[in-house]
């Protein structure tokens, strides 16, 4: 599930939900940045979301209906290492989206995990493997939930949260140019789930280089790390 949110008025301001079910998730800060990580049974615990103390965010939505185009035919680049390599600060926004543009992207068998991916200028670059990618240089805003901004409503499925997309676009176009962190959660709390629940919500302030998120929709229990 999963919705993501980037702004650009007086400040530019990332928010992410993060929606999981039946897996084990923690929130792990540090000066490199703060990262929530997911405990895989191979391969331990893995840094998928959040962002670094550069200014990267990185969210990861899963794409319903599933697309098998994503599916990987051997030569590709997986995004979920993209991802990590973007979090990790091991590659810049611009060297993913260069691949992106250029080279093949898959995702994990059955499964099509698209990228959610900004830097500190707020630039964002959406990838859906198997489909495309679209980057936005410095947009007022931009959202995405669980549907494919290649289909938009052309395939439905009750995962794919139009309806989150639609509530997030209308709050932000009430909100005028001082949108602030509390918006941004204000926004993030109103397209929180319980279904596939809500574990984690975050919004990062890039402008005073700050990161607070709550967990399991715990809003009054706001935590945050700035960065030096």
């Known amino acids: 599930m999963c919705t993501s949110i980037v702004v650009n008025r007086n400040k530019t301001i990332v928010g992410w939900n993060l929606d999981l079910l039946d897996m084990e ?15 895989d049974a191979k391969e331990g615990w893995m840094p998928l979301f959040g962002g670094n103390a550069r200014g990267d965010f990185v969210g990861m939505p899963t794409c319903w209906p599933f697309d098998d185009r994503s599916d990987p035919q051997g030569q590709e680049r997986n995004i ?44 964002v670059l959406h990838i859906v493997p ?8 410095k947009p007022d805003h931009v959202i995405m939930t669980n549907f494919s901004p290649f289909k938009m409503d052309k395939e439905i499925h009750p995962w794919m949260g139009w309806d989150r997309y639609h509530k997030a676009q209308k709050m932000l176009e009430e909100r005028n140019d001082a ?19 809500t574990v984690v919500s975050m919004a990062y302030d890039l402008n005073d ?5 709550c967990e399991n929709r715990q809003w009054g229990r706001i935590v945050q790390k700035r960065f030096k």
């Open 130 to 137: 198997g489909q495309g990618s679209l980057y936005y240089e």
């Open 80 to 123: 979920i290492n993209l991802d990590i390599e973007l979090l990790l600060q091991q590659k810049t926004l611009l060297e993913i989206k260069e691949i992106a543009e250029n080279e093949a992207i898959c995702s994990i068998p059955g499964v099509t995990f698209m990228s959610a991916l900004s830097d500190r200028e707020g630039n």
């Open 209 to 213: 280089q700050t990161i607070y998120w």
């Open 179 to 197: 949108f602030s962190v509390e918006d941004c959660f204000a926004i993030l709390r109103v397209v929180s789930q319980t279904v596939c629940p």
């Open 25 to 39: 998730y923690r929130v792990r800060q540090s000066e490199e940045g703060v990262f929530i990580e997911i405990n």
